[in-house]
């Protein structure tokens, strides 16, 4: 008999859907094997990418309040996210709706009109409920660790990854700001060490791991993202680490495709692979090799996990 | 020897601007600099983000139009997270963005994007730097 699955949201956000489809469908396949169907939420847009910071142009609160309303009217209680900017600002969202009263008024009053078409019947629904900041919003890496659990992770292993010499990567969006957000102490995390300690890699402590890897600055001035990113990299390698694991694209970008920028600006550069959490855990659940879509990173991480150039695994 | 602090009225309304939009009491900083010394890209900043908060303080719209500072804050709330008086000047520069905009164009929009990087670039990273750096 076929377990049945749980129903579970998750909001991928919509760098997963193009840019880094790896991401989105190594959790798709990890989720699946650890008992998950996942839902995503009708309709979900962006959500905006960057939580608005200032108390008057607030409108940037739209989009995530609709997206974890919708959560809320499809009965779901909890949503995940895997990308670390969109945990940021739906997390940062809902406590808005929660603590501050003046844009829980705004907001709603702002939403209560949309309008929303079925595809099937094209009837319409209007006056939509009030959203009080009642789902929860969790990255991952939390629910794997508050819900299913590290030992169920460890007894479903398939690869041994002990030879994988990884630091874990945070960044800024999984920590900060400090207060109720991050998902760990944002001076002394250790949820991501943790993580990768029960997947089985050897993981490495190194000083950069809360650093900013240069965020959107990479566009706007590439050369002070480059030097951010290159800190990071480089202060992985002295510390005996292999590969990088982390969870937001933008991170990935920066710190993986960006990497011959990176080599331009510093010659003595050693590209180094960087991989998504979820790759990692994909792979050390036994999922195939094309799931990864290690042929997306700039840096071929096949080695790392051993991997050689025909695509045997050695 | 004392000094007697005066503001003119534009100065004043300024200051009590950025309090309002950032959500911050600029008032409470004593410049003891953990925020500057914390920051990842101070290297490349003009002032340090300690300075942000002082021009603040002091009313000095002009001197932060010009300033490079402004634009290198990744919103990565280092500082945040160090400031001994909780101080997020991520907010700061935010609302001193907001302010000093109508009076320039963009700082960064769309016609800023090489066109060799479109295929590469991921979406939150464009929508991140639009709602940060155009109105
Ligand atoms: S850390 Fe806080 S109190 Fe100290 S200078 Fe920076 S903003 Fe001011
Ligand atoms: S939030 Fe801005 S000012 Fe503060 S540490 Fe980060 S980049 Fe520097």
């Known amino acids: ?314 | 020897m004392r000094i007697k602090l005066k503001f003119e009225e534009n100065e004043k309304k300024f200051i009590d601007r950025v309090n309002e939009l950032s959500g911050e009491n600029i008032y409470s900083c004593y410049q003891c600099g953990c925020c500057s010394s914390g920051c990842p890209f101070v290297f490349e900043m003009d002032i340090l983000p300690n300075q942000i908060i002082r021009l603040v303080q002091m009313g000095r719209e002009e001197e932060l139009i010009g300033s490079k500072a402004l634009f290198l804050c990744a919103s990565c709330f280092t500082c945040q997270s160090r400031c001994p008086k909780g101080i997020n000047i991520a907010n700061v520069a935010e609302a001193v963005r907001h302010l000093i905009e109508p009076k320039g164009k963009d700082y960064f929009g769309p016609q800023e994007i090489p066109v060799e990087l479109a295929d590469e670039l991921p979406q939150q990273a464009l929508v991140a730097v639009y709602r940060k750096f155009s109105k």
Not at chain 1, 37 to 42: G, N, S, Y
Not at chain 1, 92 to 110: G, S
Not at chain 1, 166 to 176: D, F, H, I, Q, S
């Open chain 1, 1 to 314: 008999m076929v377990n049945k699955k749980t129903k579970l949201h998750y909001y991928p956000g919509c760098t997963l859907k193009e840019k880094t489809t790896n991401l989105d469908n190594t959790t798709y396949a990890v989720m699946d094997l650890l008992g998950y169907e996942l839902i995503e939420p009708e309709n979900w847009t962006c959500c905006g990418a960057e939580f608005p910071l200032t108390e008057e142009k607030i409108v940037g609160l739209a989009a995530p309040v609709r997206i974890l309303r919708q959560v809320k009217l499809e009965g779901g209680n909890e949503v995940f996210t895997v990308c670390s900017f969109c945990f940021n600002v739906l997390k940062r969202a809902n406590e808005a709706m929660v603590t501050d009263p003046l844009k829980h008024k705004r907001i709603n009053a702002f939403l209560k009109d949309d309008i929303a078409i079925d595809r099937v019947t094209g009837e319409k629904t209007t006056d939509f409920p009030e959203y009080n900041g009642d789902v929860s919003v969790l990255h991952l890496l939390e629910f794997i660790r508050d819900e299913i659990g590290y030992e169920k992770i460890r007894s479903l292993l398939k690869r041994d990854l002990s030879k994988v010499k990884v630091v874990p990567y945070y960044g800024c969006r999984l920590l900060r700001p400090k207060g109720k957000i991050g998902i760990d102490e944002p001076d002394d995390p250790s949820i991501f060490e943790e993580f990768l300690e029960n997947i089985g890699c050897e993981v490495i402590d190194f000083p950069f791991k809360q650093e900013c890897c240069g965020s959107y600055l990479s566009l706007s001035m590439p050369d002070a993202a480059s030097e951010a990113s290159y800190n990071i990299l480089r202060s992985a390698e002295l510390n005996g680490a292999d590969v990088v694991a982390l969870s937001c694209p933008l991170c990935y970008y920066n710190l993986d495709r960006r990497q011959d920028r990176i080599k331009e600006k510093f010659p003595e550069f050693h590209e180094m692979p960087v991989f998504f959490f979820t790759q990692l855990l994909a792979w050390a659940l036994g999922v195939d090799e094309e799931v990864l879509g290690l042929d997306q990173h700039f840096c071929d991480p096949r080695s790392a996990i051993g991997i050689d150039k025909s695509g045997v695994e050695i």
